[in-house]
């Protein structure tokens, strides 16, 4: 709890940040409550990626797999999966990061329960694999990907993740030099942003 108040307030790559994530570890990893440590190792993972730590990210990344191997969780799965595209994706892997990201896309859809998460996976894969396919060339698709991203985020209610889509579709809109598209959406980030004290 204290690490996503903390990311909410300082931003991913926060100090308090990791000093909360390895405490959690420490106490997970005493306590042997595996379920802890898993949903530890994603966090840690995102704040070192975020820090860009890359190499550290990836080993953390990489244990987080091997954990989920032993869950039965499939959303779970669909994180680690998540934290590996994203890696990918900011080293500039773009064709393996849209891969990775469209396969964790198919295994959200096929989720029976979406319990709330910091950050919707569908929303991030989406979001970024629209940037990845803009770099790439591909327009249409990275438009129609911040447009699917943007109406997921609306549809469930969550103001977090409508920030990452506002503020990642502006981006986009930014790139395709529509700038009052880009002022609106980038407009709208900070309201919801600023409205959830993120």
Known sequence: ?????????????????GEAYQRAQALSRQCGDERALLRVQFGLEGYLFMRGEFERAH????????????????MRRLQADWAVANLLFHQGALPAAVDRMDSCLSAYARLE??????QDPAIMCLSYSALAQWTRGLGDDALARANQAQALAVRLKHPFSQGEAYGLKAMLHCYRREYLETLELAQRAIHVCETGGF
């Open 59 to 74: 080993a953390v990344a990489a244990d987080a797999a091997e954990l989920v191997h032993k869950s039965a969780d499939p």
């Open 1 to 17: 709890l204290k690490a996503g108040q903390s990311i909410a307030l300082h931003g991913y790559g926060a100090d308090q940040v």
């Open 113 to 118: 329960q979406r319990p709330g998460q910091m």
